[in-house]
């Protein structure tokens, strides 16, 4: 059905126009722009920000260890800004730590995150974590 819909418009487009750029985790900004400053909006940003460290693993556009090495130091240092539960801390970092490690330990640390954060998240955000471990676990 993406396909469909990607076709679609590419020819409802001049023909010197640059192709869309799509953004992978829409619900999970979505929803963090609609709650209030403080504990679910933080995490909820922490997974967001987890998740495009990991998709910095994927096809076409995988980035070099050394990148992926130094977008995870940055990472860490941020989260540690962070008021975040105690119980999701750790699964954070884990995903963090994973994604200089390889696509299959990133998937494995983003499923555990993605199930200690679940009462964070709503249908569409979740369903969005879900998709990148899976791309994740195929990817490896």
């Known amino acids: 059905m993406r396909g469909d819909v990607d076709s679609l418009v590419s020819m409802l487009q001049p023909p010197y126009s640059l192709a869309p750029i799509g953004f992978p985790f829409p619900a999970m900004a979505g929803l963090a722009g609609r709650l209030p400053l403080g504990g679910g909006r ?17 096809p076409p556009d995988r980035l070099p260890l050394e990148d992926r090495q130094a977008r995870s130091a940055a990472a860490r240092i941020w989260l540690a800004s962070l ?20 696509a299959m330990p990133t998937a494995g640390a983003l499923r555990a995150v993605g199930a200690a954060a679940g009462g964070y998240l709503d249908g569409a ?11 994740l676990a195929t990817a490896s």
């Open 125 to 135: 955000a979740s369903l969005e974590i879900e998709r990148l471990v899976r791309r």
């Open 42 to 58: 933080e995490v909820v940003l922490a997974l967001l920000a987890v998740a495009r460290l990991a998709s910095g693993l994927l």
């Open 83 to 102: 008021a975040l539960p105690a119980a999701l801390r750790v699964p954070l970092a884990r995903v963090i730590d994973a994604t200089t490690a390889g």
